[in-house]
């Protein structure tokens, strides 16, 4: 099968960054999109960032200028850097990607989430 494994969360201040990655392994042929979501208490999951295989990336208004997507794909792997972070980015992220399989079946994984907290 297929895991998403999310790590880079925590304890951060205002106006700091963090770096978050989330690595896929298992049952893979080869991963379409991969994105990065937030859930924050009380409301509903939103997208942050998204990009596909070519690299092409899409970005909430919140987050343009701040937050940038990138992804490796020999590691298999997407990141999302956090600059000048703000008391309402606080929320769980997770990640997730549409991955073929070798059966030829897409399907979507998500992580498990990762806390980030932005507070002095």
């Known amino acids: 099968q297929v895991q998403l494994v999310e790590s880079g969360g925590g304890l951060v201040q205002p106006g700091g960054s963090r770096r978050l990655s989330c690595a896929a392994s298992g049952s893979i042929f080869t991963i379409r999109n991969m994105g990065w979501y937030r859930q924050a208490p009380g409301k509903q999951r939103e997208l942050v960032a998204s990009?596909?295989?070519?690299?092409?990336?899409n970005y909430a208004d919140s987050v343009k200028g701040r937050f940038t997507i990138s992804r490796d794909n020999a590691k298999n792997t997407v990141y999302l850097q956090m600059n000048s972070l703000k008391p309402e980015d606080t929320a769980v992220y997770y990640c997730n990607a549409d991955i073929l399989n070798f059966s030829n079946l897409l399907v979507t994984y998500w992580g498990q989430g990762t806390q980030v907290t932005v507070s002095s």
């Open positions: 990009i596909t295989s070519a690299s092409s990336t």
